[in-house]
């Protein structure tokens, strides 16, 4: 049996701002067997890693990611194989940026994540979506173009329709089998769309998607198989109308508004409330549409009404960035969310955001969470032994995390992949 040792550490459990102090963490094969204070004889470890003056935590989680929607030229759609092989890529560079953990918030994912568990690639767990599952002129009708058809066969002139990188599905029937379709693929969780979106042409922000039956129909086959149903949207119309329908996980909701919110409250249901819109444009990126850059902005101006509401309510909140497209984009502004959350929320609830809430949250997966066999986002006795050393105490300043070089140690499964303490 594997034996390692983590001596000489400050922990924060992800659930707790203070801090234990000078304490140990034994680990064997892949799990945290125990945290303990005072010495620890060394001889019976394989490895012993020193991390006095650094905060220890837990691996962290960006629970709304897209790796496989990496393509970085705009206007031109790459073939599915090369989306797969670039998401390998992808997926290693979040790791190495400290998120052990990933929510794939819709795509083509079936193959690295297998490939990942089993070794063969370096990446972080994957809670899979698989395709996002959307109405017909619906933010996951990928249609580049009203020339791209959908035919009689069932078959579609759209790439990304035709290799199910979304689904579209109209009417309870379709949804049913939509649904059932990712579950199939290993879902753990499922992606609708519930309203408008700034990258996609043809649906306006203010859309509300899916009738209330079609939303039931989608949160009841996904509860049959013990697992919970997540929504894109902006609205609070689609936010009350996603929530009525059992909805567990909103994504976005930069437009909620005080009453929205509080049927959020009531109904005891997360936030992933994401500031990818809240950049600069020209961050964005200025080869943007001008469409989808006036959507952006529309977007931006109820952020800070929605951060009120949700600090108000004191909201479930998730840590996510909404991470798709050009890697060098995501890798320059992925831990640059932190600060971000910072501020709309403080360092401790977004610290806890991206940690011991992701262990509350996977709990809606039931016998569907794909890693069963320990706690994530948490650092105590059964827990993965996925765990960051970082230089500074994330707790008191968020803002240590969105500096890659404050993240010293990277552990996942216990294994080591990148120590520079």
Known sequence: MSKKLIKHANVFDGKNSKLKENVNIVIEENLVKKIVSGEVSEENFDEVIDVEGYTVIPGLTDAHVHVSHNESIRGYEPRIDEMAVRSTKVAKDM??????????AGGITFGLKKNIDNGFI????????????????????????????????????????????????????EVLRAVREQLFLGA??????????????????QTVQFTLEEMKAAVDAASDFGTY???????????????????????????????????????????????????????????????ILKKADYVRKGEVIATEAINKYDLKLLFGTDSFGDPD???????????????RFGSFKGLVAATGNINELIKLTT???????????????????????????????????????????????????????
């Open 95 to 104: 790791l190495l940026r400290g998120f052990t953990t990933i929510r794939d």
């Open 367 to 421: 016998y569907q969470n794909p890693y069963p066999d320990g706690k994530i986002g948490v650092l105590e006795e059964g827990s993965y032994a996925d765990i960051l050393a970082v230089k500074g105490n994330p707790v008191e300043d968020l803002d240590v995390l969105a500096n890659e070089d404050n993240i010293r140690l990277i552990m996942k499964d216990a294994k080591v992949y990148k120590n520079t303490l």
């Open 188 to 205: 753990s969780q499922i992606k609708i769309m519930a309203g408008g979106g700034c990258s996609s042409k043809y649906d306006p922000i």
């Open 229 to 291: 149903v997540m929504a894109h949207l902006y609205t609070p119309e689609s936010i009350k109308r996603a929530v009525k329908a059992g909805v567990k996980s909103l994504e976005h909701t930069n437009l909620m508004d005080d009453e929205a919110a509080k049927v959020v409250k009531d109904n005891d249901v997360w936030v992933m409330p994401g500031p990818q819109f809240s950049r600069s444009s020209e961050s964005h990126g200025k080869d943007q549409p001008e469409s």
């Open 122 to 173: 370096d990446g972080p767990r994957i809670y899979p979506s698989n395709a996002y599952i959307s109405q017909t002129c619906g933010h996951a009708d990928m249609r580049s173009s009203h020339s791209c058809e959908h035919l009689p066969d069932g078959s579609w002139t759209s790439p990304a329709l035709q290799n199910r990188y979304g689904y579209v599905a109209d009417g309870k029937t």
């Open 329 to 343: 984009f995501i890798a320059k502004h992925q831990l640059e969310d932190f600060s971000f959350f910072k501020k």
